[in-house]
Nanobody
Framework: QVHLVESGGGLVQPGGSLRLSCAASGTIFSIYAMGWYRQAPGKQRELVAAITSGGNTNYADSVKGRFTISRDAAKNTVYLQMNSLKPEDTAVYYC??????????????????WGQGTQVTVSS
């Protein structure tokens, strides 16, 4: 009933930029927060950035000043603008929807949802 679809990953040289997008689809009533996580080989998944429905943002220290998260609430879409990319940013990036509420018939359901992941590789 709910799907998160990411796009925008790829290969970029150090110092370059990429923009990730994630659109949530379905009979969505509300989403408390949307965010991006990443997981590099051999490492745990970590929060990169998140934004609440009220516009509050949270960034990992390692990306502050380089990455910007934004959200189009009407489209249930979140974006991650990544500038000054470094090789250590290489990872699979996952979109997350926190406390997403959707309709099914006369009922509503709330849960956390994840996208399938998109690869970001920073290399010369």
């Amino acid at each position: 009933q709910v799907h998160l679809v990411e796009s925008g990953g790829g290969l970029v040289q150090p110092g370059g930029s990429l923009r990730l997008s994630c659109a949530a689809s379905g009979t969505i009533f509300s989403i408390y927060a949307m965010g991006w996580y990443r997981q590099a080989p051999g490492k745990q998944r970590e929060l990169v950035a998140a934004i609440t429905s009220g516009g509050n943002t949270n960034y990992a220290d390692s990306v502050k000043g380089r990455f910007t998260i934004s959200r189009d609430a009407a489209k249930n879409t979140v974006y991650l603008q990544m500038n000054s990319l470094k090789p250590e940013d290489t990872a699979v990036y996952y979109c997350n929807a926190d406390r997403l509420t959707y309709y099914k018939g006369s009922n509503t359901y709330t849960g956390d949802y994840w996208g399938q992941g998109t690869q970001v590789t920073v290399s010369s």
